[in-house]
């Protein structure tokens, strides 16, 4: 699977969109793009996943570019709650293995 | 829907100990299941993986064992436990193999 690059961190106000960015620059043809968030001493959450075109479900909106080599995970209005760890994961999920990295931190603040 | 447990949710444990740790998914049938650990301040590692009742399959040598005596129900065991085994432990479970997996609510463990 190919390996994905996040920033450690970010910070966002409450109500405002929160724009997580990740590159992907190895990703190949059959690899999706998922993303789940994980809050501290909690299970990971699934948020969403794409492959080619932008996905939206009630908890966020994901945008691939044209090329696949980056993606946005965004949360249209972040709340306090939002604060947790972002982890972006590409997987063609055919070893059933998913590689969390470091992930990055969004704090939301007040 | 479906739903995911785990227990118990925190354990502490000596060294040399027994381990035991179950998890259960309800709503679905026939699941892929996982076990992944987590070690502080670090990833998630896989563990173990069953597309069926009694079949595992291990990603990493270890002193960890897995069962899987029925459909929905998942065993992460060990004879002996080492300080090395201390971590956070996820059961997760998906519906194919290369499906979405979504996750349980972890057992802490803490071998001293």
Redesign the interface.
């Known amino acids: 699977d190919a390996k994905t690059t996040q920033p450690p961190s970010m910070d966002c106000a409450e109500g405002r969109a929160a724009n997580l960015p990740c590159n992907h620059s190895t990703i190949s043809g059959n690899e999706y793009v998922y993303w789940y968030r994980q809050i501290h001493s909690q299970g990971p959450q699934y948020i969403i996943h794409g492959l080619k075109n932008n996905e939206t479900n009630e908890m966020a909106s994901l945008i691939i570019t044209e090329d696949r080599k980056s993606s946005t995970l965004i949360l249209p209005h972040a709340t306090l709650r939002d604060t947790a760890v972002y982890y972006c994961i590409v997987t063609s999920g055919a070893n059933s293995k998913l590689t969390f990295g470091k992930g990055i931190t969004l704090s939301v603040r007040p | 829907s479906q739903t995911i447990h ?1 227990w118990p949710a925190t354990l502490v444990q000596p060294v040399g100990s027994p381990l035991s740790l179950e998890c259960t998914v309800e709503g679905t049938s026939n699941p ?1 299941l ?1 076990w ?1 650990r ?1 070690a502080a301040g670090r ?2 590692q ?1 563990l173990f ?1 069953s597309v069926g009742i009694g079949q595992i399959s291990s ?1 990493v040598p270890q002193n960890l064992s897995a069962s899987r005596p029925q459909d929905r129900q998942f065993i992460l065991s060990s004879k002996k436990l080492l300080l090395s085994d201390s971590g ?1 432990y ?1 059961c ?1 479970w ?1 519906r194919g ?10 057992t ?1 463990l803490t071998v001293l």
């Open positions: 785990q892929n996982y992944y987590q990833g998630l896989l993986y990603e956070f996820l997760a998906s193999i290369t499906d979405t997996q979504y996750f349980g609510p972890g802490r």
